[in-house]
């Protein structure tokens, strides 16, 4: 399943009103309680990055923005924005929570957060930036310190792997007939097919200037390609690989669909730090599958579509009665509202 189809879809779901909503006067690092998981001021602006939002409003519109930090009303504005941010927080973590808890997948919290703690640590200290250096570079991007940062990556992995475990927990348990597998195939047999490809040889070389030497050479017949390729020349990376040429997804693709086998290509860029000479040694035209050979693409396709229909069931189900179950108290030193109505 696409995973931003899979996103839209919870989005459907994630954030509509909660059951139990109260306001009490929490500490006040404490923004709100969800499910006795405490969410604190970091974390919660990790997501809203109010501080990003009012700078872009500071640059757009300096007289507009004075009246919103500067009146009551303009401030009930800034505070219903964070309102919205907290709702759609609290539905990912509630998602969060309904996967480790009611599913009992383990989405090993800690591990991921010292892991993203330890990378953006170790990214900070090898730019030899000062403190002060690295607070104006994260206030730039719209964070108050390095832990609304580090809580903005963690919360977004997690999120992302909570949905990832409930799709393949699905996946897993569904099962799926050999008469289902051949009336698939039967139905949509061009759904299933070889695409065009191509056999080439690649030597890679560090410059342009030696790339373009090498071809130079054997154009002119000092050597052949295979003689290059086979590390006679010199000890150049060399290999074979298959590619899909079936869409012209770039230049690259683009040259070796429009040539023909045995053809030297001229050098071109390969990545950021060199140069490719490819001789194509075989294409492959576009070609229907057996059924065998399309058996396990069709196993994953139909395994796919059941698992978008028990994931529907699921959220409408399961996680909506979890949501009925849940309470989330909410820090009334930052926010009023309408509890019955979960506002």
Known sequence: MKKGLLLVFILLFVFTS????????LEAKTIAIINGESINYDYFQ???????????????????????????????????????????????????QFTEKVKGLDLKRDELYNSIKSQVESI????????????????????????????????????????SAIYQYLIDNVTVSENEIRDEYDKN?????KPQAADIKLVLLNSSDDASLAYQKIIDGYYTFDDIYNNKISSNEATM????????????????RSSFPGAILKPMKYNN????????????????????????????NLKDEKAKKLFDELVSSEF?????????????KYFKGDEINGN
């Open 46 to 96: 990790s997501q809203a990055k109010t501080l990003e939002v009012l700078r872009g409003i500071n640059k757009l519109n300096n007289v507009f923005y004075k009246i919103l930090v500067g009146t009551t009303e303009g401030n009930t504005v800034i505070q219903k924005y964070e309102k919205t941010k907290l709702d759609k927080l609290a539905g990912e973590i509630l998602f969060i």
């Open 18 to 25: 909660f059951a139990i909503v109260k306001y009490e006067d």
């Open 273 to 300: 730090d060199s140069y490719a000479l490819i001789k194509i040694e075989k294409k492959y035209p576009k070609t229907q599958m057996t059924f065998e050979e399309a058996k396990s693409e069709i196993i994953k």
């Open 241 to 256: 690989m298959r590619v899909n040429i079936d869409n012209e997804q770039s230049d690259f693709l683009k040259t070796i």
């Open 189 to 193: 047999k061009d759904k299933y097919f």
């Open 320 to 332: 909506q009665q979890f949501k009925n179950n849940s309470e989330v108290i909410i820090n009334s």
């Open 124 to 163: 900070f200290n090898s730019s030899k930036l000062s403190e002060n250096d690295i607070l104006l570079y994260l206030i730039s991007k719209g964070f108050e310190n390095k832990e609304q940062y580090i809580y903005n990556i963690y919360h977004d992995k997690l999120y992302q792997r909570s949905v």
